[in-house]
């Protein structure tokens, strides 16, 4: 099994003004190809549902960006965010992040549960992530936060995994999107035997 990192090209979408432009990622597996299919087509699906979402087909867009960020690549593990803000008037734009994280060897696409599916995760998480919110004197909105979704939007860092609330989630739109890494080590408990996490715990 290769560990070494996928390559990661960015490719631009034709953009119809320049107040729009658009980047994306674009996985070269040569040795993989279908895999190599798998990953992109995932990829641009998630584009083309953030165009959408991000009012790209809306006469009234001014200004529309778009890119990407990769968190991690390695261990056959590929983490990256798209990033678009868009703004069709008003008080302010605004931006989301939607986060991806695959097996570089088969393509699977990794939900939260997937890696930690097999017990109860979301409390404790939970916990760790209310006694952040505590230090750092967040400003929530009202309800206050109480528990992370089984889905919750994550991606992989280093030895961490970063737990995000999407703008408005949980915070006054001041706060921007409110992250919360975690040490892959003070969720060892938590991580399945068959997670791919645990690529990442003897290097800890």
Known sequence: MKNTPVLVTTRTLPNPSPSVSIVYPEVHLPHLPVVQHSLNTQIRNALNKLLLDQNYYDPNLVELVVYFEVKTNERNMLSLTLIAYSFTGGAHG??????????????????LYDLLGSK???????????KKIEQWNVELLDPPFT??????????????????????????????????????????????????????LPFL
């Open 147 to 200: 528990e992370i979704r089984r889905d919750q939007d994550f991606y992989l860092a280093d030895t961490s995994i970063v737990f995000f609330f999407q703008l408005y989630e949980i915070t006054p739109y001041v706060w921007g999107f409110p992250y919360f890494p975690i040490a892959l080590k003070d969720l060892e408990p938590l991580i399945p035997e068959t997670s791919p996490l645990q690529r990442f």
């Open 94 to 111: 605004m931006t989301v992040v939607v986060p991806l994280t695959f097996d570089t060897q088969t393509g699977k696409k990794y939900t």
């Open 120 to 130: 109860e995760f979301e409390k404790p998480i939970s916990d760790l992530i209310r």
